[in-house]
């Protein structure tokens, strides 16, 4: 089992930044990768970013890509996602996402809400 926990979501104007955290905790050595998902009200959920654990590749959207970073920090568990030039179409509901090596398994943290308006 491994439980994610986020912080870090809140309000912002087009053109600001904010920072979300995410922070693993039980069975944390079966991850293979994190990731940051989000859905908009009306829409599926979509793939933000991604990041492998061993070795920390990384992908993106291409809709966010060169505005946000994801990164971890392996001792501390934890993932950190910098969303920069925030844009009013990215306001959505930001979830933590954990891939289990082997068995895929996903498990999700509870989503921080995220609104860019001025």
């Known amino acids: 089992q491994v439980q994610l926990v986020e912080s870090g979501g809140g309000l912002v104007q087009p053109g600001g930044s904010l920072r979300l955290t995410c922070t693993a905790s039980?069975?944390?050595?079966?991850?293979?990768?994190m990731g940051w998902y989000r859905q908009a009200p009306g829409k599926q959920r979509e793939l933000v970013a991604r990041?492998?654990?061993?070795?920390?590749?990384?992908i993106y959207a291409s809709s966010v890509k060169g505005r946000f970073t994801i990164s971890r920090d392996e001792e501390k568990n934890t993932v950190y996602f910098e969303m920069n030039s925030l844009k009013p179409e990215d306001t959505a509901v930001y979830y933590c996402?954990?891939?289990?090596?082997?068995?895929?398994?996903?498990?999700w943290g509870q989503g921080t809400q995220v609104t860019v308006s001025s």
């Open positions: 996402n954990a891939v289990i090596l082997g068995s895929w398994r996903n498990y």
């Open positions: 039980g069975s944390i050595f079966s991850i293979d990768s």
């Open positions: 990041i492998i654990i061993s070795g920390g590749s990384t």
